[in-house]
């Protein structure tokens, strides 16, 4: 009828559902209809089912890293839609912060998944580009905030022809480097030599580790084009891990409003 989302109907229907990106009011709406239908909303934060993403979360459990303080987020990625005018009327683009929906969602919930719910934020954005439509785009958005177990900052930038996706890790023992883009993680922790020969044996150490996961992302990537075992997907892979993290009876997924991905 117009004011009935169709995950509403799923949960009408008996069966929950699973959600991306909902808007606070979708959320409070489809809430409220699987309380009243006794279903469950999952919401799909794939990220945190990222390969790369659940080492760190391991080694953070672990406490490789000590007590976790601080994440640094850099989210420097291309945007297809910004560089061609016939695509400026897309849905990223109605308001200057439905691109934070679209994109720094993913980034937002592995800071909130380490680091807790958060108490204080400061955003500057940046860049502000007229599109074709008249309306404006913030082409670089950065975030600063406080959180239950630490500090987070976060870098966005959008229709950049450089790709750079890390996230920096700092606890009280060591660091974490993760890259998104290559699928690596590098950990550091306090070495047990003096300078310079932890410089070197640490340095050896870190060179032949990203090596290492290079060779072997290569491999399954290849092995995977010749069809000797599944395809080498991690975006793939991580969806399939938020999926199944849904309760079992679910059976959608929400029909996305112009996904940018």
Do not use: Y
Not at 67 to 96: D, K, Y
Not at 230 to 238: L, M, V, Y
């Amino acid at each position: 009828n117009g004011n009935t989302l169709p995950d509403e109907c799923d949960l009408a229907s008996g069966a929950s559902t699973g959600v991306a990106r909902p808007s606070a009011a979708e959320a409070a709406q489809l809430s409220a209809a699987a309380s009243a239908a006794g279903r469950h909303v999952g919401v799909n934060h794939n990220l945190l089912f990222n390969a790369t993403v659940r080492k760190l979360v391991t080694a953070v459990r672990a406490r490789r890293l000590g007590e976790l303080e601080h994440l640094s987020v850099t989210w420097n990625v291309p945007l297809r839609q910004l560089q061609t005018t016939s695509q400026h009327g897309h849905w990223i683009f109605e308001t200057p912060a439905n691109i934070l929906l679209e994109q720094a969602v993913h980034p937002l919930s592995m800071v909130q998944f380490l680091l807790g719910d958060l108490e204080r934020l400061s955003v500057l954005s940046t860049g502000a580009r007229p599109l074709s439509t008249g309306a404006t785009f913030h082409r670089t958005w950065q975030i600063s905030m406080t959180l239950q177990r630490g500090t987070a900052q976060i870098l966005l930038s959008f229709g950049r022809e450089f790709r750079e996706m890390r996230v920096l890790a700092i606890g009280q023992d060591g660091s974490a480097s993760l890259d998104l883009a290559k699928n690596t993680l590098l950990l550091r922790t306090n070495g047990f030599q003096e300078p310079p020969l932890d410089d070197l044996v640490e340095g050896v150490g870190e060179g032949l580790g990203l090596a290492g996961q290079a060779a072997g992302n290569f491999a399954r990537t290849v092995l995977g084009m010749v069809k000797a075992r599944p395809p080498f997907d991690p975006f793939g892979d991580s969806i399939a891990g938020s999926v199944s993290a849904l309760p079992i009876e679910t059976r959608s997924t929400r029909r996305e409003k112009g996904s940018a991905q």
